[in-house]
């Protein structure tokens, strides 16, 4: 192989790995791939085939969206700690299912469902 071929191999693996890493670091801080692709001047359809491409890239993508997740979900519960009612329901619908989802009162008797009677206001 040129020296030519391998210099213009070495100076793509370096531009390869830049914009990987700043799409990575934006991920990081928010789990928006369009606006990472934008940190990292890289086109969606770019940063997707290299998703589908290279599984250390894929595995890393994944980990940065979970970690930017991880910190959300911090602020979220700091936030509920502070008294915000609906955010409070919802985590606990998320994290409780078992016991905070919302469950519907029918009953079924004889192949007839029964409804419970609307309240007013619930149209």
């Given at each position: 192989m040129?020296k030519q071929?391998?210099?213009q191999s070495?100076?793509t693996?370096?531009?390869?790995?830049?914009?990987?890493?700043?799409?990575?670091?934006?991920?990081?801080?928010?789990p928006n791939?369009?606006?990472?692709c934008?940190?990292?001047r890289?086109?969606?359809?770019?940063a997707?085939?290299?998703?589908a491409e290279?599984?250390?890239f894929?595995d890393?993508?994944q980990e940065?969206?979970?970690?930017?997740?991880?910190?959300?979900e911090?602020t979220?519960?700091?936030k509920?700690?502070?008294?915000?009612?609906?955010?409070?329901t919802w985590?606990?619908?998320?994290h409780r299912?078992?016991?905070?989802?919302?469950?519907?009162?029918?009953a079924?008797a004889?192949?007839?469902?029964?409804?419970?009677q609307k309240?007013?206001?619930d149209?």
């Amino acid at each position: 192989m040129s020296k030519q071929l391998v210099a213009q191999s070495d100076r793509t693996r370096a531009r390869l790995a830049q914009w990987q890493r700043r799409f990575l670091a934006a991920l990081r801080l928010a789990p928006n791939v369009q606006s990472a692709c934008k940190a990292a001047r890289v086109s969606r359809q770019t940063a997707y085939r290299h998703k589908a491409e290279d599984t250390e890239f894929r595995d890393a993508w994944q980990e940065a969206i979970d970690a930017s997740l991880d910190e959300l979900e911090a602020t979220a519960f700091r936030k509920a700690k502070e008294g915000d009612a609906q955010l409070i329901t919802w985590l606990l619908r998320c994290h409780r299912p078992q016991v905070y989802r919302e469950r519907s009162e029918v009953a079924v008797a004889g192949g007839i469902v029964f409804l419970p009677q609307k309240s007013t206001g619930d149209e």
